[in-house]
Nanobody, 120 residues
Framework: QVQLVESGGGLVQAGGSLRLSCAAS????????MGWFRQAPGKEREFVAH????????YYRDSVKGRFTISRDNAKNTVYLQMNSLKPEDTAVYYC?????????????WGQGTQVTVSS
């Protein structure tokens, strides 16, 4: 069992930056690939970024490439999402999740989310 707690959300003006954190409990954190997702009001949840268990491989949805960076510190059981050049369309609740070790692309454990609001 893994518990995830996101933090770092808030209100920021367009063009600004935020750094989200996702703190995980459990000694097996370093064995999980991790993902960040977001859900805007009235929309489906969408994938944002993914990082391998070692941090050596990352990938992003096209709309955030070059602006967002996912990273992790396994010693601190934490994964981060650095968000720069934020746009109003980035407004959403952001969630972190652990990827299943058995089924690629399936995410098993989720945090409660943190709100990001970007004003124009």
């Amino acid at each position: 069992q893994v518990q995830l707690v996101e933090s770092g959300g808030g209100l920021v003006q367009a063009g600004g930056s935020l750094r989200l954190s996702c703190a995980a409990s459990g000694r097996t954190f370093s064995s999980y690939a991790m993902g960040w997702f977001r859900q805007a009001p009235g929309k489906e949840r969408e994938f944002v970024a993914h990082i391998s268990w070692s941090g050596g491989n990352t990938y992003y949805r096209d709309s955030v490439k070059g602006r967002f960076t996912i990273s992790r510190d396994n010693a601190k059981n934490t994964v981060y999402l650095q968000m720069n050049s934020l746009k109003p369309e980035d407004t959403a609740v952001y969630y972190c999740a652990t990827e299943s070790a058995v089924v690629a692309g399936r995410y098993d454990y989720w945090g409660q989310g943190t709100q990001v609001t970007v004003s124009s």
